[in-house]
């Protein structure tokens, strides 16, 4: 099981359970298929209530987030498994991807498009849910119709990478290609 | 084309309207301001009840049907002035005390589990009595002189019976064990008897 | 029935959690990053940050939420006075009317969370607006409600059309926009209203307009909703004048919005 180090280990601001994050974090991390001897650290800025997360390193697998990520948006201030598995499970397969040769040529997170983020989130949550978790496919889809266009090609686009294994870089830098050239 | 100069009858064939009819100006005038308190009654309720209905469709939908049951209280009140009701509040009242009992209980339930209670009232119990009513005088007044009554009997019958029908599906769709339909039917048997008592919404005389 | 209820009394199915303005308004969180620095309102709803869609399902639901309220709220005044000189027929009806076209706002948001992947309850609700439509003194109520709250939807509603037109979404463009024009019908039946019933009572005016004033102040959130470059939602100040707003009120609904931004700095200073 992947070794996970949450940061802070204690809140204040908000009602988390380090202790309770760290165990879904190794769960998820042996689910998308890293190896039992990784190490997955978080780290959590309690002070923000929004929800950004990113992936700022590989060596060690490191995910950033803000507060609100991690939050139940009903009861807010408390932690929410699903929020938390909804973005460790997401974030983590990117690690994987990033970690796999076919991804080589993928720009840094940073250099990433709009477009390209939500493509590879696109990929990523659909494979959350073959894994078997239950992440909201029509929110996701609101996010790459945001991205990629109210379009049929769009929605073709996305059901295509919900559903796909084993890309590379270059298919999800066609699929934005792809729907680009029919955004209006 | 027929000559133009030659007379025709001001009634064409197909058109069989009759002028006699069962009610005087006063006696319209007198049921057009029970309609209008009921419709007001009504109204009144629906909107008071949507916050106390946890189920979102019934919300909703008491919502639209709030509006509906205004928009009659309207035509009836415009009506009465065209009746020689030039103070349209002096008729806007009840049938008689029954009538107003009728409604202290149908706008009992307030909790919000007796959703049961509150659409039986109105949909089981009011509305079949108000299609009753509406349709008697429609089809006992002068289709000649109380035409203006008659087109707003229609609109508002048009309402009723879509209304009725959203109503029972609502209760249909909320009622599920044995018990439920003994709650609802008891609710129903109480609410009609003193509708009966009273002669239903437009008094004693008539159906409905 | 009793006639006044409370906002805690307010009826809900479990999917719906609320949260009370103290607890939204207290949340810690708000504080600055960096000490001493100059806090932000909140972030605006533009399409190039990365959270953009989330935040705009959440203020979609937040428009759900106060539309069912909205309905509540029309509906409970329908109930809630007889009819008089305090609140006559008509006034009545544009609240029965106005209970049909918040019906339809709330099925139209449910529409819209279906199309932006949101679950109904998904976020908890605060019932602020009810709160405002609990007003013994109808024309206090519409003055808080119909004026200062329907007033802050007409920004927030022209707020996510803009975000929808720079999406490219139509759902979302379409849907606001239909609604916009119901608000503003509904904010000049608060105008009208208010300048009918306190035509010969300058006192009761003067009140109502304070009631409007307290709500449009708290609903400017420290700035949340202002006139300046950085506010998340902005005045829709053509909107607002076509609702019967005079140019000077949206001005001071622009300066209440200043003050609270600034008190809101200097209490984190
Ligand atoms: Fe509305
Ligand atoms: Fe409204």
């Known amino acids: 099981m992947a070794a996970v180090v949450v940061t802070p280990e204690a809140f204040t601001l908000v009602q988390f359970d380090a202790g309770r994050i760290a165990e879904l974090v190794a769960e998820v991390a042996g689910r998308v298929g890293l190896p039992a001897d990784v190490e997955v650290r978080v780290e959590i800025d309690e002070r923000v209530p929004l929800g950004r997360s990113r992936l700022t390193s590989l060596d060690p697998i490191t995910i950033a987030v803000q507060g ?117 | 084309m027929a000559d133009p100069k030659k007379p025709r009858p001001a009634f064409a064939p197909w058109d069989r309207r009759e002028l006699p009819g069962a009610f005087t100006v006063e006696e319209s005038a007198r049921r057009v301001g029970h309609y209008k308190w009921v419709e007001m009654r009504l109204f009144e309720a629906l909107g008071g009840w949507v916050a106390t209905v946890p189920e979102l469709d019934v919300k909703m939908r008491l919502g639209t ?74 089809n006992n007044t002068s289709q000649i002189t109380d035409a203006p009554t008659i087109r707003s009997l229609r609109h508002a019958l048009d309402d009723e019976f879509e209304d009725w029908r959203d109503g029972e599906m609502l209760i249909q769709s909320l009622i599920d064990t044995e018990e439920e339909v003994e709650r609802a039917a008891a609710h129903q048997a109480q609410l009609e008897a003193i509708l009966v008592r009273g002669g239903g919404i437009a008094g004693k005389g008539s159906i409905g | 029935m009793k006639r006044h209820m409370q906002a805690t009394e307010l009826a809900r199915d479990e999917r719906f959690v609320r949260i009370s303005t103290e607890e939204r308004f207290n949340d810690p969180r708000q504080v600055p990053r960096e000490p001493g620095s100059k806090r932000r309102p909140g972030p605006q709803l533009r399409p190039e940050r990365h959270e953009a869609p989330d935040a705009a399902r959440a203020m979609m639901h937040a428009i759900f939420t106060g539309e069912i309220q909205a309905l509540e709220g029309a509906g409970r005044t329908c109930w809630d006075f007889e009819v008089g000189a305090d609140s006559p027929f008509e006034l009545k009806l544009d609240m029965a009317r106005q209970c049909w076209d918040e019906a339809r706002h709330c099925e139209i948001s449910v529409k819209l969370g279906d199309h932006m992947g949101t679950e109904v309850g998904e976020y908890a609700e605060n019932v602020v607006l009810f709160e405002a439509a609990c007003n013994p003194d109808p024309v206090l109520r519409l003055t808080g409600v119909n004026r200062a709250l329907e007033g802050l939807a007409i ?53 109502a307009l304070e009631f409007q004033r307290v709500v ?8 949340f909703r202002g006139d300046e470059d950085d506010s998340p939602v902005k005045l829709a100040r053509r909107f607002r004048e076509l609702a019967g707003f005079t140019p000077a009120e949206v001005e001071e609904i622009s300066q209440l919005s200043r003050q609270a931004r600034a008190e809101a700095d200097a209490a984190v200073r």
Not at chain 1, 151 to 178: H, N, P, Q
């Open chain 3, 216 to 223: 449009d102040k708290l609903f400017s959130a420290g700035g």
């Open chain 1, 68 to 184: 609100g990520a991690f939050e139940n948006a009903k009861v807010p201030r408390t932690l929410s498994d699903r929020s938390v598995v909804d973005v460790v499970g997401r974030l983590l397969f990117r690690a994987v991807d990033r970690l796999d040769p076919a991804f080589a040529d993928a720009p840094a997170d940073e250099a990433l498009t709009l477009p390209q983020h939500t493509a590879w989130d696109a990929y990523a949550v659909g494979r959350c849910e073959r894994v078997g978790y239950a992440p909201s496919k029509p929110r996701r889809l609101y996010h790459f119709r945001n991205r990629h266009g109210f379009t049929d090609t769009a929605d073709r686009v996305f059901e295509r990478l919900w559903s796909a294994d084993g890309l590379t870089w270059a298919d999800l830098d066609a699929a934005c290609a792809e729907t680009a050239a029919t955004r209006p």
């Open chain 3, 155 to 207: 920004d927030v509603f022209n707020t996510m059309r803009e975000y929808g037109q720079a999406t490219a979404d139509p759902v979302l463009e379409f849907c606001e926009d239909w609604m916009l024009a119901d608000e503003v019908t509904h904010v000049k039946m608060g105008s009208d209203w208010l300048r009918r019933l306190t035509e010969n009572d300058p006192e009761r005016r003067a009140r």
């Open chain 2, 65 to 138: 049907h709030t509006y509906k049951h205004a928009w009659h209280a309207e035509l009836w009140h415009k009506r009465l002035p065209e009746l020689r009701e030039m103070n349209p509040e002096r008729l806007t009242q009840p049938a008689n005390d029954d009538v107003v009992a009728f409604f202290d209980a149908m706008t009992e339930p307030e909790a919000p589990g007796e959703t049961i209670e509150k659409l039986v009232g109105v949909y089981r119990v009011l509305i079949p009595h108000k299609i009753a009513a509406y349709t008697y005088h429609l």
